[in-house]
């Protein structure tokens, strides 16, 4: 079974995040279960990671320097999760 999964904050995203996940799954050949999660990457996975055997992060490299000094990339505030994790450029 696979799952695409993509984080939110704020509910006016997620007509952009349905957007996203159809077009990351339309051609797929196996079903794959779409799911929208409120709140973190890191928080979704904290709460989720036991129930998968890998989670793939999607990773930016086109974020600028005062984005990166705000907040820190992703996979660096994942600590712990109980699958494996793989982070993916997807710039």
């Known amino acids: ?3 695409a999964c993509t ?8 007509r952009r995040a349905e957007s996203l996940l159809d077009n ?4 797929l ?3 794959v279960e779409t799911r929208i999660a409120h709140g973190t990457v890191e928080e979704y996975l904290e ?3 036991a129930h998968y055997d890998v989670a793939f992060v999607g990773g930016s490299t086109d974020r600028g320097k005062a984005s990166r000094i705000l907040s820190a990339p992703t996979f660096t ?10 982070v993916v450029d997807v710039s």
């Open 29 to 31: 050949r196996e079903p």
């Open 77 to 86: 505030r994942i600590e712990e999760v109980e699958c494996d994790l793989a």
């Open 1 to 3: 079974k696979v799952t």
């Open 7 to 14: 984080c939110i904050t704020e509910n006016d995203s997620r």
């Open 24 to 27: 990351l799954v339309e051609n």
């Open 47 to 49: 709460r989720n990671g």
